[in-house]
């Protein structure tokens, strides 16, 4: 989901205000523990929640303060770039989630009174056979790591991942989520999109309408005369394709027919446009393989 710098420092002001309450918190248990540590002896219940409790405000505390300062030194390294697209804020904010669950876990752990150095010993047999059986579900969260911490793909970017098209809405640790131009989403594993190739049209600064046709050999026309009457198809949106962007290739010559393929740029990546452009080419390939040039 995409942000504006303004949502971005209404977070930081609610982090620096939410550190203090914390912090203040953890204080107050630290001192409740060191000034009434013989009410524990008559409440051993009450001692299991302040040292959960503790543990977590402390590792909370500690994962906050790591994150305002990278926050900090990061927007000013910036130079006031906008966020709206920015895989590191991304990044960073999907490793705190993480982190977090995880002291939670292991609070609830204190909490219940299980010592955690014996839980983590008992377990790393456990958790080595875990990781050999999810290695996929690792994969994706490294690749999703790398991902989100490089500037070679987006929130917000059109690309082309294989077979897939479309609009970059999220990245996570899992996948990557694309809306596609009949505004339908793709969940693309992280792991699919390291070992596709991916064109970012996006960082080209312009977007590419392709169409791939197919015409009769049999039918009266020329490639001249095909490319003048495609490209005078279009010239109502001029203004809105780049000049002598417009091409038209042969791609392939068979017995019965040729393959085609036409392509206009626009500087911009606009649907609106987009759509108009192709559905006018589409009519008009459509016109000449019925009748011919």
Do not use: C
């Not at 710098?5 to 930081?12: A, L, S």
């Not at 456990?126 to 490294?142: E, F, R």
Request: aromatic share 10%; no cysteine.
């Amino acid at each position: 989901m995409m942000v504006t710098d303004e949502v971005y420092k209404r977070k930081n002001r609610r982090e620096r205000i939410l550190f203090l309450v914390k912090l203040l918190v953890y204080l107050g248990v630290v001192y409740f523990n060191l000034e009434h540590a013989a009410v524990y002896d008559k409440f051993t219940w009450l001692f299991r929640i302040t040292n959960a409790l503790t543990f977590f405000l402390g590792a909370n505390l500690v994962i906050s303060l790591a994150w305002l300062v990278i926050i900090s030194w990061y927007t000013r390294r910036r130079l006031n770039k906008p966020v709206e697209k920015d895989n590191f804020m991304l990044g960073l904010n999907r490793i705190s989630s993480v982190l977090n669950t995880i002291f939670v876990l292991l609070s609830i752990m204190i909490l219940f009174g299980i010592d955690l150095l014996k839980f983590v010993t008992s377990i790393t047999i456990v958790a080595a056979a875990i990781a050999l059986l999810s290695k996929d579900y690792i994969t994706n969260i490294i690749n999703g790591l790398i991902i989100m911490f490089s500037d070679q793909l987006s929130l917000g970017d059109h690309v082309r991942i294989g077979d897939f098209k479309g609009k970059i809405l999220d990245i996570t640790l899992i996948n990557l989520v694309l809306q596609t131009d009949d505004d339908e989403q793709l969940i693309v594993p992280n792991s699919l999109v390291f070992t596709s190739i991916i064109v970012n049209q996006s960082k080209q600064n312009v977007k590419k309408i392709t169409i791939e046709f197919e015409l009769d050999r049999k039918l009266p026309y020329t490639p001249d005369q095909l490319e003048h009457r495609l490209k005078n198809s279009i010239n109502g949106f001029s203004d809105h394709y780049v000049k002598n962007s417009f091409l038209l290739r042969t791609l392939d010559i068979k017995k019965d027919h040729v393959v085609f393929k036409v392509q206009v740029i626009i500087p911009f990546a606009d649907k609106t446009v987009e759509q108009s452009i192709r559905r006018t080419l589409n009519t008009e390939i459509i016109s000449i393989a019925e009748k011919g040039v």
